[in-house]
């Protein structure tokens, strides 16, 4: 789903294969294509690095969060960490 809050800005919540939830926030515009029910695989822009929201309007970046199928929201760097 898309949303556009005052503290995420441009947001991205979707639902992985596995069942992870992953969000994305402080997008300065979403990808075309990119909507409510949209089917992503690796590689898909999404959206676009920004300020959105309450980001800092001169430090342009992504909040990126992550919560593994039937828990609560992880500190998401080991995911990323082992996927780079």
């Known amino acids: 789903r898309l949303s556009n809050s005052s503290l995420g800005g441009l947001s991205v919540y979707f639902t992985g294969n596995s069942g992870s ?3 994305y926030a402080h997008l ?7 909507g409510g029910g949209s ?11 920004g300020t959105s929201g309450n980001a800092p309007a ?5 909040h990126f969060q ?7 929201w992880i500190n998401p ?4 960490r082992d996927l780079c």
């Open 77 to 80: 760097y080991p995911l990323v």
């Open 21 to 23: 939830y992953y969000y």
């Open 28 to 34: 300065d515009g979403f990808a075309s294509g990119i």
């Open 58 to 62: 001169n430090i342009p970046h992504l």
């Open 66 to 72: 992550y919560a593994p199928p039937g828990s609560s």
């Open 39 to 49: 089917r992503v695989t690796a590689g898909t822009v999404l959206g676009y690095n």
